[in-house]
């Protein structure tokens, strides 16, 4: 019949529907996850995108975070040996200043120096997993480098960032200049002067050279050739009082010397002569003299004494070897000042780094709060409600029994049992 025939072709179909929506139950709760297909639901899909965009974005941020975190915490590693490095520089600058030590152990300090500088210089070029130098700024190559004339910076004074999303820029490292200084106010500078002050001729000199009531006072070579006019600058103090005094060193000086120091007199009590030899300046005083603070010349500070002071008679006899002055910035005093301020710099460096660290963990936890708020937001759309699931199935697996029993009875029917 052609009822009978529709009939079993509509039940049959049902059937098939019933089994499809039935294995897709059974093989969502096998794989734990809700159909992925866009048609099943379109508004879920395109939420679904949108989460899984911001997660991958959340993704990228952590790996980029945790980078720039591995790079500061080879940056602290590097400052903690530095400022180790900086109070060792600070004791030897203080050994250094006392003179009863012998040769041998002003010689043992100068080299304890030198390798002190060498391991500085190699913290200072320490470099990141990729490679890429911590205090360089955004420069490529070694942060610096050592030289005829000491240890130069080839970076940039540009601090290193990272993007952690929108507007989240974080400084991960600082430019060695402003970690390690720059010129003569440069660790390497201050390490270089250290060296400098424990080798002859500056270990001989003194940091103030005087003599009573009769000296010979006597300037190097001009330091930028003969007829240069080089000017250094010395604090003169006499019996009335002290005196800042310009000399012009060179040959051809001794005359502007003895007017420089003359011109001062009134307020020193010092008188100076020019001494027969044309190079020598005798100095008179009705008492002690000093001299010290050599500063210049001007064109950069001297490496080495340029001015030395003798104990005559008033036959110009001279009385002991002449004492050559230390530089001002070669001083032991100012040394030691120096390096102390390094030790205090070197400390707020390592609290700026410390600071960018805290800085950056505090973005790194947020971006992981925000991932576990995604995953649970994806976990909610994508993830299958299981008990949902199984009262689902049980449901359909009960009424395809019942349908299927049904059909049994009533496709098993057979005219006679209409007729009866």
Do not use: C, W
């Amino acid at each position: 019949m052609i009822t009978d025939a529709l009939f079993t072709q509509q039940a049959i179909h049902g059937f098939i529907r019933q089994d499809r929506e039935i294995a897709d139950l059974q093989e969502q709760l096998s794989s734990g996850l809700r159909d992925p297909r866009v048609s099943a639901d379109p508004a879920r899909a395109m939420e679904l995108a949108a989460l899984r965009d911001l997660q991958s974005d959340m993704a990228t941020q952590t790996v980029i975070g945790r980078t720039a975190a591995d790079r500061l915490a080879l940056a602290d590693a590097a400052l903690t040996e530095v400022a180790d490095g900086v109070r060792e520089l600070y004791l030897i600058s203080l050994q250094a200043a006392n003179d009863t030590l012998t040769r041998e152990a002003h010689a043992a300090l100068r080299v304890q120096a030198e390798t002190l500088r060498n391991s500085l210089l190699s913290n200072a070029n320490a470099t990141d997993p990729q490679g890429r130098p911590l205090f360089s700024g955004t420069a490529p190559g070694p942060a610096f480098v050592l030289g005829p004339e000491g240890v130069s910076y080839q970076g940039d004074t540009a601090a290193t960032v990272v993007q952690m999303g929108g507007q989240a820029k974080l400084t991960t490292a600082l430019p060695g200049t402003r970690v390690f200084g720059e010129g003569q106010d440069s660790i390497f500078a201050l390490l270089d002067d250290l060296v400098r002050g424990l080798s002859e001729p500056v270990l001989s000199a003194r940091d103030t050279v005087q003599a009573l009531s009769y000296a010979r006072l006597e300037l190097a070579p001009s330091v930028g050739g003969a007829g240069a006019g080089d000017t250094i600058t010395v604090t003169l103090e006499g019996p009335e009082g002290r005196a800042d005094i310009a000399l012009t060193l060179g040959a051809g000086g001794q005359a502007a010397q003895v007017a420089a120091i003359n011109a001062a007199s009134a307020d020193t009590g010092i008188q100076a002569q020019a001494m027969a030899d044309g190079v020598g300046i005798r100095l008179l005083a009705a008492g002690m003299m000093h001299v010290s603070n050599q500063t210049g010349p001007e064109e950069g500070l001297a490496r080495r004494p340029l001015l030395t002071l003798a104990q005559i008679t008033d036959t110009d006899h001279i009385m002991h070897a002449p004492v050559a002055l230390r530089p001002a910035h070669l001083a032991s005093a100012t040394l030691i000042g120096r390096a102390s301020d390094t030790v205090e710099h070197m400390a707020e460096m390592r609290a700026a780094i410390g600071a960018m660290g805290k800085a950056l963990d505090s973005r790194i936890e947020r971006i992981a709060d925000t991932r576990l708020t995604l995953d649970k937001a994806i976990s909610r759309l994508q993830d299958v409600n299981v008990a949902e699931a199984i009262t689902r199935l049980q449901t359909l697996l009960l009424n395809q029994q019942a349908a299927q029993q049904s059909f049994v009875k009533i496709t098993g029917r057979s005219l006679f049992d209409y007729l009866r």
